[in-house]
């Protein structure tokens, strides 16, 4: 199975910041990365997919990019809306393998 | 696009359960079909997918032997039937519909409760 780290575990920023997650395949996933935000109560929300095509309905401060086996999820100035926890997914190989996600705090 | 799980519950270890999901607001048979959960404090787990026509399953590893997805083209449904439950099934699962392309999961239902405890 394709093993995906995600970094940092946990991240503390305040509001107005850029913050930038990374998320690493054990082997090459092309471009199959998503991203996706979690919030408590609520189900996931798809964020990008393909490394860096942004999701209909999501606000251009996200952003992605990376391909192979580095990628990088980019909050370009946080707004409170944003703090969740944060995991990437590769769709390239059975089976779909999670990041462990990502905590980000004010 | 709606998705709505029903079917979560209480349940002995070594009993059984059976998950349902809904779907609505696309054309559900050009689709691909995913179960994913997560147990308490933890993250994101894929589960099971089935393909558009249902002709292909997958499963992870933890539950391959266990579960079988199932799908009804014709009711719009999705199901997961649950055999052998173990405490660490335990989870928020959540049924979800597969972009064309990428693997991504675009539209989530809310999650169904299992709970397996004695």
């Known amino acids: 199975d394709i093993q995906m780290t995600q970094s940092p575990s946990s991240l503390s920023a305040f509001l107005g910041d850029r913050v930038t997650i990374t998320c690493r395949a054990s082997q090459t996933i092309r471009n199959y990365l998503n991203w996706y935000q979690c919030k408590p109560g609520k189900p996931p929300q798809l964020l990008i997919y393909a490394a860096s095509s942004l999701q209909s309905g999501v606000p251009s401060r996200f952003s992605g990019s990376g391909s192979g086996t580095e990628f990088t999820l980019t909050i370009s100035s946080l707004q409170p809306e944003d703090f969740a926890t944060y995991y990437c997914h590769q769709g390239y190989t059975m089976p779909p393998t999670f990041g462990q996600g990502t905590r980000l705090e004010i | 696009v709606q998705l709505v799980e029903s079917g979560g519950g209480l349940v002995q270890p070594g009993g059984s359960l059976s998950l349902s999901c809904a779907a609505s607001?696309?054309?559900?048979?050009?689709?691909?079909m995913n179960w994913v959960r997560q147990a308490p404090g933890k993250g994101l787990e894929w589960v099971s997918g089935?393909?558009?026509?249902?002709?292909?399953?997958y499963y992870a590893d933890s539950v391959k032997g266990r579960f079988t997805v199932s799908r009804d083209n014709s009711k719009y449904t999705v199901s997961l039937q649950m055999h052998s439950l173990r405490v660490e099934d335990t989870a928020l699962y959540y049924c979800?519909?597969?972009?064309?392309?990428?693997?991504?999961?675009?539209?989530w239902g809310l999650g169904a409760q299992v709970t397996v405890s004695s």
């Open positions: 979800s519909k597969e972009r064309k392309a990428y693997g991504s999961l675009d539209s």
């Open positions: 607001g696309f054309n559900f048979n050009n689709y691909a």
């Open positions: 089935i393909s558009d026509s249902g002709l292909e399953t």
